[in-house]
């Protein structure tokens, strides 16, 4: 079922040019006085409005004035973090409160609202760029440096001035103190590394000392030296014999030829007749061949012993030599004399004791050479003893049981461990008690005031004539509104036009509005004195506000 139409709905005809503009004539008051109002409201908040003062200041950052590569920094935060967090830093409670109060900031705010909300406004009220490049010009040239920018915005231009060259000055201290304190801070941290890396580093050479003290000739890596060892030994020891055999020997000669020259000192003892009766030879070539047969030993027992070369063997060839030369010239001079008769007795024992008396000394001579020998050979089997002892120890080690390589290997892997951290720690250390010191000069990364705190000369806010503009238009879309709507809530025939819409008739003739002149006088003078009033008012505010805005900001 269909819900009842209404019979006597009438559907409105379309609005042309002429329409509206009766609508605005019928309407004039209601579209001007939200027009007039919107303008009055717009020019009191825009005069009432502070001015805001924004002073910026750009700071630049100044690389390390030492490479890098030579000393590497203690700080890894990247620029834009170490800036955020010097931001964060400065923007503390603490640190805003202090410049609110030195400086008496906000005093109208702070005798309204809590300290909180006017410490938060401030930090409103603060911008930090991040880090950009900006090309500037260094002279002739034109240089890109790595910069940022502070600024602040405030009512008065002095104080924006003063509190951004407070932040910079904030930012360039805090940037040394922070640089400085990480510097330290991670030096401090890496020597405490390296002490505890030491300590364990000694902890591990004590352990693997003693270990070692323990199990002296044991070890793995003192195997071969002991086998070494050894060979070494039994070689000494061979040579020990071998000498001890040839001073033996030596001896023996030694002693063979003292027996011989005891049998000669015997025979030259003898009654001289049996020199006198030796197979018809003279007793001078009897005595040469006795010293022939004597040097011919020596000669032998010296060639045993050294070489030809040696400087006692070619001596005793030598006087051979001339013992055999001077036999042949007596052997010569016999021939030439056959009936010389041989010397007296008397001549003959007196030479023979001077032989005797040349053997004897050869004699002593021989004896304490044997002396010698024998000391030699008691020094050689001293040697002997002592190596076969040491060797007795070697191979004792050799034969023990070896030391436990797993237990070694792990004090060796733990021991050299210790050291390479040690080692590295070293390094980094040193590394970074030259950053800190670099950092303490003030030679690291710092910041640079670029372009000092502006002082502002007009304000950056409010834009007064937007404000004015959008408060008119504000008003005058307010006026049309509420024009339209008492348009649309008026049902009355307006004109020739709405009849003709609405009737569907021929209109034929007009009649006027008839109304008394005193009552059309009256209201006029009402609704002219009531404009004039609100007119008055709203240029009086309006003047007020601008007055107060320019005695003010002088």
């Known amino acids: 079922m269909q819900p009842p139409t209404d019979q006597y709905a009438v559907v409105r005809r379309p609005l042309d040019l002429e329409d509206f503009i009766d609508i605005s004539r019928r309407h004039k008051a209601w579209i001007l006085g939200p027009l007039f109002l919107g303008l009055v409201v717009s020019v009191v908040v825009a005069f009432l409005w502070p001015d805001t003062y924004v002073s910026s200041a750009v700071v630049r950052v100044v690389p390390a004035l030492v490479p890098e590569r030579f000393v590497p920094t203690n700080v890894n935060a990247e620029l834009g973090q170490l800036i955020n967090s010097m931001t964060e830093q400065i923007l503390s409670r603490v640190t805003l409160t202090n410049l609110i109060q030195t400086h008496n900031l906000y005093a109208s705010e702070r005798r309204r609202r809590p300290l909180e909300d006017v410490i938060e406004e401030m930090r409103k009220d603060v911008r930090v760029s991040g880090v950009q490049s900006m090309t500037r010009q260094m002279g002739q040239a034109m240089s890109t440096i790595s910069a940022f920018q502070v600024s602040f915005s405030y009512s008065d231009r002095i104080l924006a001035q003063r509190i951004t060259s407070d932040l910079v000055t904030r930012y360039i201290d805090e940037n040394i103190r922070a640089r400085a304190g990480q510097s330290v801070v991670t030096t401090q941290f890496l020597r405490d590394q390296w002490e505890s890396a030491k300590r364990d580093f000694e902890a591990g050479e004590q352990k693997l000392s003693d270990f070692r003290a323990r199990n002296a000739g044991r070890l793995p890596e003192q195997m071969q030296l002991n086998l070494q060892k050894l060979t070494a030994l039994e070689t000494r020891f061979s040579a020990a014999a071998s000498s001890v055999s040839r001073a033996n020997n030596e001896k023996l000669l030694l002693e063979s030829q003292i027996q011989a020259l005891k049998a000669q000192l015997t025979a030259l003892a003898a009654p001289s007749e049996e020199v006198t009766m030796a197979a018809g030879r003279s007793e001078r070539l009897v005595r040469l061949e006795q010293q022939i047969v004597n040097g011919e030993s020596i000669l032998n027992s010296l060639r045993e012993r050294y070489t030809e070369t040696h400087p006692d063997v070619q001596r005793a060839k030598s006087e051979l030599a001339s013992l055999q030369a001077s036999r042949k010239k007596l052997?010569?001079?016999?021939?030439?004399?056959?009936?010389?008769?041989?010397?007296?007795?008397?001549?003959?024992?007196?030479?023979?004791?001077?032989?005797?008396?040349?053997?004897?000394?050869?004699?002593?001579?021989?004896?304490?050479?044997?002396?010698?020998?024998?000391?030699?050979?008691?020094?050689?089997?001293?040697?002997?003893?002592?190596?076969?002892?040491?060797?007795?120890?070697?191979?004792?080690?050799?034969?023990?049981?070896?030391?436990?390589?797993?237990?070694?290997?792990?004090?060796?892997?733990?021991?050299?461990?210790?050291?390479?951290?040690y080692d590295e720690l070293t390094v980094k250390k040193g590394q970074s008690e030259l950053a800190t010191d670099l950092e303490n000069r003030r030679q690291g990364e710092t910041l640079e005031l670029l372009d000092p705190a502006s002082l502002p000369q007009t304000p950056t806010a409010p834009n007064r004539w937007l404000i004015v503009g959008m408060g008119t238009m504000i008003g005058l879309a307010l006026g049309v509104a509420v024009a339209g709507a008492r348009e649309m809530k008026d049902s009355a025939l307006k004109n020739l036009k709405d009849v003709r819409a609405y009737t569907q008739l021929t209109v034929l003739a007009s009649v006027p509005l008839l109304e008394n002149d005193f009552v059309v006088r009256r209201r006029k003078r009402m609704a002219w004195l009531l404009w004039s009033a609100a007119c008055f008012v709203g240029i009086l505010i309006m003047s007020g506000s601008v007055a107060y805005y320019y005695i003010r900001r002088v």
């Open 331 to 421: 052997l010569a001079e016999e021939q030439t004399q056959p009936d010389k008769q041989p010397q007296s007795v008397r001549r003959v024992s007196a030479t023979s004791l001077k032989e005797a008396r040349d053997v004897e000394a050869v004699l002593n001579r021989m004896q304490g050479l044997v002396q010698v020998k024998e000391l030699e050979i008691q020094d050689l089997v001293k040697e002997r003893v002592a190596v076969d002892r040491e060797m007795a120890v070697v191979r004792q080690a050799i034969q023990a049981s070896p030391a436990s390589d797993t237990e070694y290997a792990t004090l060796m892997q733990e021991r050299n461990a210790a050291r390479q951290r």
